[in-house]
């Protein structure tokens, strides 16, 4: 893959917690690459620093130390990390985090209007990757009216909308059962191949197992291969 952008590249990063007078080390020099097209699954026991780590690629936490380039821009020495969010990363929870009161559709647009889509753009950008998805029919219904599978299909279509060269999913398969678990995750593989974005999934799930290019495995705050 030596000629497909690597959307990250993470090297030596390192987390410290302060906890009263001690120091906690969380992650101890991380390397971790990723390509544009790839699909990476990051497994790891609870406590093991999955959720640090994804923080930090997140640019929702900062490393104590390291280097983190997402994309081709150097994180490291950013001052406004939510630019970083809204330009370059897509998200995916497990509680599916869309806001009641609106549609598919404009759960979607939102997301795109923080981007800086606004008007019809936005709405085009949101129905296209809405039915990319599965729900074309389902755009104008609320969350309430939507199955926990469909609900994951629209925050995979939000994650997606603008074609963000990252998308970073935490547990995105753990409140779904288990045919709508592996519909989802095929689902999810197929588009980020089809719009070119890297993803990164942080799983218990060993289904993530079948779609992903490469496993990592943490534990104590490293990467074990």
Not at 45 to 55: A, D, E, F, N, V
Not at 74 to 90: N, P, T, W
Not at 114 to 138: D, F, H, T
């Amino acid at each position: 893959m030596n000629n497909v952008m690597k959307v990250i590249e993470a090297s030596g990063i390192r987390k410290t917690f302060t906890e009263g007078k001690e120091q906690v080390d969380v992650l101890h020099g991380i390397d971790l690459d990723l390509h544009a097209g790839e699909v990476v699954a990051l497994e790891g026991r609870s406590g093991s620093g999955k959720t640090t780590l994804l923080s930090i690629i997140g640019c929702i936490l900062t490393a104590s130390s390291g280097n983190l380039t997402l994309a081709g821009e150097q994180i490291s020495k950013k001052s406004d990390l939510s630019d970083v969010r809204r330009r370059l990363l897509g998200f995916v929870f497990q509680q599916f985090n869309l806001f009641p009161p609106l549609t598919a559709r404009e759960n979607v647009e939102y997301a795109l209007n923080l981007r800086g889509w606004r008007g019809r753009k936005a709405r085009q950008e949101a129905e296209r990757i809405l039915i990319a998805v599965g729900l074309e029919s389902r755009m104008q219904f609320l969350p309430q009216d939507l199955s926990g599978g469909q609900k994951q299909r629209v925050a995979i279509a939000r994650a997606l909308a603008g074609r963000p060269p990252l998308v970073l999913a935490d547990e995105p398969t753990a409140n779904l059962d288990s045919a709508s678990g592996e519909q989802v995750l095929t689902m999810f593989r197929d588009l980020a191949k089809e719009e070119n974005c890297g993803l990164l999934v942080v799983t218990h799930d060993p289904r993530v197992r079948t779609v992903a290019d490469r496993v990592l495995h943490l534990e104590d705050g490293k990467i074990i291969h």
